[in-house]
């Protein structure tokens, strides 16, 4: 970047920063007791603009995640935050169908079940297991069968009860 008038010194006090753009760049310039530098304004972790940011030293923080860059070199000197992972879901899905099937797989080798609920049971079983829809729409579909299942005048107590623990397994299953 060759010289470029940045902006009048009477107007940048000792201790601050100020955002000036050269060349469509915003750049910060940082007066540190008369001595002036300049680096990029926008911050390396999420695009803030570091001259909204406070100066601490000849260290410049971020306002936003408190990155902490040295204006004299343009060095991150740190990066407090702490960053969590992620939640992944298709794994505890798995997790949850794989448990949903062992209780409908209880349910339909029970001696306790009836033969016809018997059959729609493992007929679901084979359905969940299959790759055909995703996680969710699998879970959403055994449910609705599952209800239509417990309205069965003949469905023994525990039979049902096993169910009601099915779908509770089942309503966890998001995309
Ligand atoms: S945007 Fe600057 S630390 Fe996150």
Known sequence: MGRVIAGKASDMAPGSLHKVTVDGRDVMI?????????????????????????????????GWHGAEFDCTTGKLAKFPVAIKDLQQYKEKNKGTLTESIATLSQIASSPATPKTIKKSIADMVSDLESGEYSMAVRAANAMSALEDITQDPNMPSFVRTTIWQAVAKLEGIKD
């Open 30 to 62: 940082v007066n540190l007791d008369g001595t002036y530098h300049a680096v990029d304004d926008t911050c390396t972790h999420a695009g803030s603009s570091l001259s909204e940011g406070t100066l601490d030293g000849t260290s410049v923080v971020c």
